[in-house]
């Protein structure tokens, strides 16, 4: 009987051995695809920096062009 507890408790060993190996590899596996993740997502927050400055440039280039039409249509206003 104590042959018996021994194989089954070798058993259970081993399984989770198995067990932890391959819990190992996933954590791995994750890991790796996070910091893909994180790469991937500091380079999309460059891009969205970039686009949102040229957003503000281009809203800034719009109102001064507002304004000089503004300016044009007042002048031809008092002329006409």
């Known amino acids: 009987m104590h042959q018996e507890e021994q194989k089954k408790l070798e058993v259970m060993a081993f ?8 819990l190992e590899e996933k954590i ?3 890991l790796k695809e996070k910091e893909e ?5 500091e380079g999309l927050m ?3 920096e970039g686009l ?7 809203s800034t280039e719009l109102h001064h062009l507002k304004e000089e039409i503004y300016a044009l ?3 031809f206003c008092k002329f006409s």
């Not at 399984?15 to 391959?22: D, K, M, V, Y």
């Not at 993740?37 to 997502?41: C, F, Y």
């Not at 949102?52 to 440039?57: A, G, H, K, R, S």
């Open 15 to 22: 399984e989770s051995e198995t067990r932890i190996a391959s």
């Open 28 to 30: 791995t596996a994750t």
């Open 37 to 41: 993740v994180m790469s991937i997502n």
């Open 46 to 48: 460059l891009e969205l």
């Open 52 to 58: 949102n400055e040229t957003l503000n440039t281009s």
């Open 73 to 75: 249509v007042s002048f």
